[in-house]
């Protein structure tokens, strides 16, 4: 079984609490709205880091991101995009299962036409009455268990 780390929306913060609930992670997926490269450092100190390009994302350091990276995790295939409505500017090849996205700063994890779509929500500074949260996935083969957690 792999635990794929979820986080999104950290717009510059990293949480002590975030890393320590990453840590032991086979991987982890950032989708988008960093704004500050040292979060990225520290991921990847933590385990192999998949990110893309969130709206906020700007400057030198983030012009190498892309807008949706596929991953691969045993038998599952996952596309990360930061604004789901981005999903119509690309083609889901018909093996993709998942969509880890963030943006709304919502967590939620809903199905649609098959594909299970999972926000982390926003592990950064809280805006409004919204969580501040993060996820996780563990896969094993085919079966994909997405978990939410609501960070202190």
């Not at 969130?54 to 991953?71: F, K, P, Q, Y």
């Not at 889901?92 to 963030?102: A, M, P, T, Y």
Request: glycine residues 8%.
């Amino acid at each position: 079984m792999q635990r794929i780390g979820l986080i999104s929306d950290t717009h510059g913060l990293l949480r002590p609490d975030a890393i320590d609930f990453l840590k032991g992670c086979d991987r982890i997926v950032h989708a988008g709205d960093i704004c500050d490269p040292s979060v990225l450092d520290a991921l990847r100190r933590i385990a192999p880091l998949v990110v893309v390009r969130g709206n906020n994302d700007r400057g030198a350091w983030a012009e190498s991101l892309a807008v949706s990276e596929t991953v691969h995790v045993d038998d599952v295939t996952l596309v990360a995009i930061h604004d789901v409505a981005d999903l119509k500017t690309i083609t889901l090849s018909d093996d993709v299962s998942l969509v880890v996205h963030g943006h709304s700063h919502k967590p939620a994890v809903v199905e649609r036409d098959g594909i299970v779509f999972v926000n982390p929500g926003s592990a950064g500074p809280r805006r409004f009455s919204l969580p501040v949260s993060i996820g996780e996935l563990r896969i094993d083969g085919t079966r994909v268990e997405p978990r939410l957690v609501t960070l202190a």
